[in-house]
């Protein structure tokens, strides 16, 4: 029964996709028609600010996908592909999402992307192993199974170093500053945790953070946390997960747009998630790049979490003893993370349920400030009308304080 379930959610994706593109309208050419092809440089260019494509390869294979916002709006830089003289911001996406998340919003000063570019901040913005723009590597074709053994464990240990030492090599500069988005706050607190890339860190901002998530309400991870990994990757194939596909591009926008509770019940399936604070008429734009891919390892090592708390991915006896010389996968400490960081959580949050931010905080010594939003959920923190009044615009500040640290 558990099974069919789990399948059960994953089609309703695309259920109904015949009757709804046979029952859309075409309209004019506006933004948000033109957005829903425009890929993440596109976005920023079509908004008047300049757009760098790097590609950096992490220690083990994974060809990473960065873009980086030099200038402001309307301006250029003055070395590219170089140095600038400005402090240097890293975005980092979440789970299922792409970078397409910080320069996404209809208003550029809606986009955390574009706000910190017009502050003075050179903006790097990351995409991780397994999305769209990350769907490659020197040793693993992306069709076999080798490509895909990999979750927030690697993306931790090498996605995050790699970006950063291009930012350092790339801008000159001795420290960056960290803004992360649920699973790219995960990766931030794990990485962070060694002092080598704390030193290299003047501030993180987290967004809706995720470490323990043993009270999260993802219905889909408590559906399969029920299962041995063994079971799971039989089921769901061992590779890619809700990956982005032409299929899925093409009839997700309508699906949105046509039958809104569609994409309500697909996003919910891992986070959850309520329109209140969202712009229902953008939202077949943010479709249009969702899901941006992961593997089937990274959500069965979610789905773990909820069920065995902050450690590394679970093989199983026999796989644990192989990866790490014992039978058990070893646990995180969040007290080894000493980053100075400030925090914004909400209190509809599913995935950084309250209860876990609660257990959180008191353990973060280098808290620096911490502010939660009692109607936000989990994607509000990059997709809310007015996160740039609720977060962006402190954050922002903060960064800017830190910036020379």
Not at 383 to 391: G, K, M, P, S
Request: charged fraction near 15%; glycine fraction near 6%; include cysteine.
């Amino acid at each position: 029964m558990k099974l069919f379930f789990v399948l059960l959610l994953i089609i309703s994706l695309v259920s109904n996709v015949k009757s709804l593109y046979d029952s859309s309208t075409s309209g004019g050419e506006s933004e948000n028609v033109l957005d829903l092809k425009r890929n993440i440089s596109q976005l920023i260019e079509a908004r008047g600010y300049p757009v760098e494509n790097h590609q950096a390869i992490t220690p083990d294979g994974y060809i990473l996908s960065i873009q980086r916002i030099p200038a402001g709006r309307y301006q250029n830089n003055p070395n590219p592909y170089g140095s600038n003289g400005k402090p240097a911001v890293i975005l980092q996406h979440g789970v299922e999402d792409i970078g397409t998340s910080w320069v996404i919003q209809e208003n550029v000063y809606q986009s955390l992307g574009f706000i910190l570019a017009d502050n003075g901040f050179d903006v790097w913005i990351n995409n991780v192993r397994g999305t769209t723009y990350s769907n490659s590597s020197i040793y693993f074709d992306p069709s076999s199974r080798d490509f895909w053994a990999f979750s927030f464990d690697q993306m931790a240990q090498y996605d995050l170093p790699t970006v950063l030492n291009l930012v350092l090599e790339t801008t000159g500069n001795k420290k960056v500053g960290y803004a992360g988005h649920s699973q790219g706050t995960t990766m931030a607190f794990i990485a962070m945790s060694n002092q080598t890339i704390a030193e290299k860190i003047n501030l993180f901002i987290a967004l809706a953070p995720v470490v323990r998530v043993t009270h999260c309400e993802s219905k889909l991870l408590d559906v399969l946390a029920e299962f041995n990994i063994d079971i799971l990757f039989e089921v769901l194939g061992g590779k890619s997960f809700l990956a982005d596909t032409p299929f899925l591009q093409k009839y997700l926008p309508i699906i949105c747009k046509n039958k809104p509770i569609y994409c309500q019940n697909s996003l919910a399936l891992i986070m959850g998630w309520d329109e209140a604070n969202i712009n229902n008429t953008r939202l077949p734009v943010y479709m249009a790049h969702e899901p941006g891919g992961t593997s089937v390892q990274n959500v069965a090592h979610w789905a773990q979490a909820t069920k065995y708390g902050y450690q590394k991915f679970d093989y199983g006896v026999i796989g644990n003893l192989a990866h790490y010389g014992q039978a058990t996968p070893p646990k995180y400490n969040i007290s080894d993370f000493k980053v100075p960081v400030v925090v914004y959580s909400g209190g509809q949050d599913y995935l950084a349920d309250p209860t876990d931010v609660n257990w959180l905080i008191p353990q973060l010594t280098s808290l620096v400030h911490w502010k939660n939003i009692p109607s936000y959920s989990h994607l509000d923190f990059v997709w809310a009308e007015d996160a740039y009044l609720q977060v962006y615009d402190e954050a922002v500040q903060y960064l800017i304080k830190y910036a020379n640290t």
